[in-house]
């Protein structure tokens, strides 16, 4: 396989990572609306779509803010244009956090709402992966130099980690653990909390085998952004934590 992986509409090549950016947001829509019809949804069909729209406004901008501090050393030349196309999935996942959660205050919605889309948001994600997979090193996210046994080529010559393709299988592995759960008695809130401590703890420590740039403390604004989550659902992680040992 040679990368980037593209296609050819009337001799002009296209990559497929727009396609796979399409499906993932429609795929993981269909999923959405196929788990809700399953089940008795606590909040009413308006505050749901309240709620998507605080979290599609809070996804928008968050993804935007993280994507341009990635690379602090070329903020001084920001453009409009480049603040459009920059964007990245933990910045949205973290502005869609706040975006819902000042939503539903507003709206005076007080029960827990992301259980519902911790499985779409997988299978979007899984989706939008593969499109960057076969960006190769056109998308940043590759990794750094490696003789690990999984490093490839994508497309500059030099043996990579192929950070997205780690995603695709930390994200399937995510996939069945919910899946073993989803009988499981928890409290209203617990899924979502998990998956987002369980992605961005990845996301942190994956970072490292990324040329990133830091922020400040040596640490990338990837990184900032999982510590704040860390901290903003420790009263869970401890709760886990007293669970798991309990259970044991």
Known sequence: MNF????TIYGK??????IFETLAFIIGIRVYYYLKKDIKDPISDENRLWIMLGAMIGALIGSRLIAILETPNQLKGLTFMTLYAS???VGGLLGGLFGVEIIKKFIGVKVASGDLYVVPILVALFIGRIGCFLMGVDEPTYGIKTNFFMGMDLGDGLKRHPV???EMIYLTILFILFQAIKNKRLINGDRFKLFMVLYFLYRYLVEYIKPYQPLFFNLSSIHWSAIFIIFYYYKFIIRLIKTILTYK
């Open 4 to 7: 980037p992986v593209q296609f």
């Open 13 to 18: 090549l296209y990559h497929w990572h727009y």
């Open 87 to 89: 964007k990245t999935i």
């Open 164 to 166: 997205a393709l780690y």
